[in-house]
């Protein structure tokens, strides 16, 4: 076992030593609350960030504003160990090396308390925040199924006692237009409603067509908006009901080329010799048509009952997702795969949890269900055909469908976990939950040959499997003075196996990840200075893996990883001028016992890739923000920040080729702010990327094709923001 797990072991045991049981104030968390800490509620109830014991960071609405983060790729420039990318629609979160791999989410995101069960819902609610949370680590016991790499908690803001509204429009180059506005009303002495709306729209795509009259992608419009009620039912009984919607169109779903296709591919189909290319970011040579249409929505019912030291809770959703998209999936001027993506998802979640702070012990305990039901349909027209390069050459005009008619999943599970306080300052943790997950899948495969005849290559077939997980959580803290404190947990986390979409009758198994983590969280300099820390040893098993093979997608399993880092975060505001955050982190993470084949140099054989380090995974990144705000005045104050993000060379496969390499980066964003004397105005004036910089956000591959195919990050964007509160 290596000396730094040892390590860590040692540090666990030496804190979690039994203790005998006596009675003590109840810590509830939320009194213990100091000026300046944000109030989470990572572990179900609320407390101050510097009293839990996980690495944990937030963001409140203020920060959110003040660094113009508005979606779920904003995050990773402003949290630790966080890449965020996406890749047709998918929102790819990954957390110290843990995330997604084209399958389920590796981080589990929930809004107000519902899990977001598509990829694609990652980036899509992000609108009247209070606040982001964002766990590192699993969460297993208290989030459940996909929290592997972490969570990421989205909080709405709840309607007010006062009557209240915003209207924000802002402006920016590639002519993105935006307007979003508020409206709080309180609706009598026990009802409160607050209604936010916002219109998006990019009409100059950041992906320029080098063919002459082809699409400029990466643009589009959303229109989205939140209705919230909150009522007090009684004193001690409250319901929050809410819905939530996203309508969008436009070509905002892309991939572009990343090299030529291989040699042996270009000899058996030579109209790719003649094809247009074009290898520099921001650039495609696309000329079939591109374009999405989203329906999101999402309707939500918390009640909660007050009962002295215990509360009740139960968080019922309801949540459909339709995309209907065609995708040019060769990213040349020669149409050898243009594709129509139609994804239709619908899921119902129920969540009851009973909180109590009794004497020296903290419970949260509860009982959760989801049933989640999605069809999926992946058509190539293949236009040009197929070379027999493939385990089957298909003349011109052929077709190729991938129908997974049904795909239903689901979840029960139940969970507990307790703090208790035995003496002094010491708390000790214990956790579990156990899962059972029933998955059905009814898929059906066809290719048509020119006019001539369909063949099933796979039958309607019906898939079904059962997986049980069993996720706990132990550990223990110590609490120094009122402003240190440090932790040592074990954790267990699990990600949901299932059924490829496009291959017959193919299963992958779940992943699973024990975790050991310390940590130190303090408070110095008069309390002006956050200085947290924490070291952490991962055991990975059975990473889900994703390759195309052909024209079909398969997600295999790795055998196992290790990963291991440190993590630094701090902020630091020395007097009412400065604000100074940053974090820093090392991560060490590789495969063991792992061969594959590359399908883009079959010649290599089977390779052996013990040692290769995960994707997405940089050993070293960190961030920094400086703001300084002027004093009130008579002509109001202003605050400039700056934020710099750098990450080290990192990989997007497995194979780790220089192809396959992200090199080290750095992107500066930085922003002007005015606020009037009354904060009833606000002026921003914002650069984001403003060097230009490109990098490569996710990568995927197609033997079939000999090429990857990847998205970048956005290019330099300037504009202005106006804002005005009544």
């Keep these: 076992m290596p000396s730094f797990r040892n390590r860590l072991l040692c540090a666990a045991a ?28 990572a572990q179900k109830r609320s407390q101050s960030i510097q009293q839990v014991p996980v690495a944990i960071s937030a963001l409140n609405s203020e920060m959110l504003e003040d660094r113009g983060i508005s979606t779920a790729a904003g995050l990773q420039f402003s949290v630790p160990s966080t890449q965020i990318g996406n890749l047709l629609g998918q929102t790819s979160v990954t957390i110290r090396g843990v995330g997604l791999n084209q399958g389920a989410p590796g981080v589990a995101i929930h809004v107000d308390g519902v899990y977001q069960p598509r990829p694609s819902m990652g980036d899509l609610l992000q609108i009247d925040l209070e606040r982001v949370e964002v766990l590192r680590g699993p969460q297993g016991t208290l989030y459940g199924r996909n929290a592997n790499g972490g969570a990421v908690n989205f ?84 319901l929050s009901l809410a819905t939530t919607f996203l309508d969008g169109t436009g070509p905002t779903q892309y991939f572009v080329l990343h090299n030529p296709p291989t040699a042996p591919v270009v000899s058996v189909n030579p109209a790719l010799a003649s094809a247009s290319y074009s290898f520099e970011p921001w650039r495609t040579a696309a000329n079939d048509p591109v374009n999405t249409e989203r329906r999101l929505s999402m309707s939500s019912a918390t009640a909660t009952w007050s009962l002295g030291d215990v509360t009740l809770k139960s968080i019922s ?21 243009p594709a129509r993506r139609f994804y239709d998802s619908k899921s119902f979640s129920q969540e009851l949890n009973v909180g109590a ?20 349909i992946l058509d190539y027209d293949l236009l040009e055909g197929v070379a027999p390069l493939s385990p089957l050459g298909l003349p011109p005009g052929s077709d190729l469908v991938f129908d997974v008619r049904d795909y239903d999943t689901s979840v029960k599970a139940a969970f507990a976990d307790v703090t208790v306080r035995p003496i002094g300052d010491l708390s000790l943790i214990a956790g579990i939950r156990y899962s059972e997950e029933k998955q059905t899948q009814v898929q059906r495969n066809t290719i048509s040959i020119g006019t001539f005849a369909t063949i099933e290559t796979c039958p309607l077939t019906t898939n079904e499997a059962k997986f049980t997980s069993t996720t706990p959580r132990i550990g223990a803290r110590y609490e120094f003075s009122p402003a240190a404190n440090a932790y040592a947990t074990f954790s267990k986390g699990y990600k949901a196996g299932g059924f490829n979409l496009n291959a017959c009758s193919n299963q992958f198994n779940p992943e699973k990840l024990d975790s050991y ?63 100074i955050n940053a974090n820093a982190t090392y991560l060490d ?13 079959p010649a290599a054989g089977v390779q052996l890739l013990d040692g ?8 070293f990144s960190g961030n920094l ?26 990989y997007l496969r497995e194979f780790n080729g220089p192809l396959d390499t992200q090199e080290a980066f750095a992107l500066i964003n930085a922003g002007l702010i005015w606020d009037s004397p009354d904060e009833r105005f606000r002026v921003r004036l914002f650069v984001n990327n403003l060097t230009n910089k490109a990098y490569v956000a996710r990568m995927d591959s197609s033997d079939n094709f000999g090429a990857r195919f990847i998205s970048w990050n956005a290019p330099r964007q300037y504009g202005v923001e106006l804002r005005t509160n009544f």
Excluded at 192 to 213: H, S
Excluded at 590 to 601: A, C, E, P, V
Aim: glycine share 8%; hydrophobic share 35%; net charge negative.
């Design 14 to 41: 030496a804190m979690a030593l039994p203790f005998p049981v006596f009675a003590q104030e109840a810590d509830t968390g939320a009194e213990d609350v100091n000026a300046g800490d944000i109030v989470v509620t």
């Design 155 to 238: 909080i709405t803001k709840a309607p007010t006692d006062e009557y209240e509204g915003y209207l924000l429009a802002s402006y920016a180059n590639y002519d993105e237009a935006r307007v979003q506005g508020m409206v709080n009303v309180p609706l009598g002495e026990n009802i409160r409603g607050r209604v936010v709306l916002d219109w998006n729209r990019r009409g100059d795509g950041f992906v320029k067509n080098i063919v002459a009259g082809g699409q400029d992608l990466d643009r589009g419009r959303t229109f989205s908006g939140r209705v919230r009620f909150d009522m007090d039912i009684t004193p001690d009984f409250e």
């Design 317 to 337: 959703a309801y949540t459909t997702l339709r995309d209907d998209s065609l995708a040019d999936d060769d990213g040349i001027n020669v149409s050898i795969f």
């Design 357 to 376: 702070s009794v004497d020296a012990a903290d419970v949260v305990a509860g009982l959760y269900y989801l049933k989640d039901s999605y069809k999926h």
């Design 517 to 579: 983590e310390v940590g130190l969280k303090t408070r110095l300099l008069d309390r002006t200075l956050t200085l947290n820390l924490s070291a952490f040893y991962y055991d990975y098993t059975d990473l889900q893996i994703s390759q195309v093979v052909g024209l079909a997608r398969f997600i295999t399993n790795a055998a196992a990883a290790t990963i291991k880092g440190a993590e630094l975060e701090a902020d630091w505001q020395p007097d009412e001028h400065w604000s």
């Design 589 to 601: 993470t590789t495969y063991k016992r792992f061969s594959n084949t590359d399908g883009l140099d």
């Design 612 to 619: 290769n380090r995960l994707n997405e995974a940089p050993k």
């Design 625 to 650: 923000g400086i703001a300084y705000r002027t004093a009130a005045s008579d002509h109001g104050r202003f605050t400039i920040r700056t934020d710099v993000s750098y990450r080290s060379k990192y």
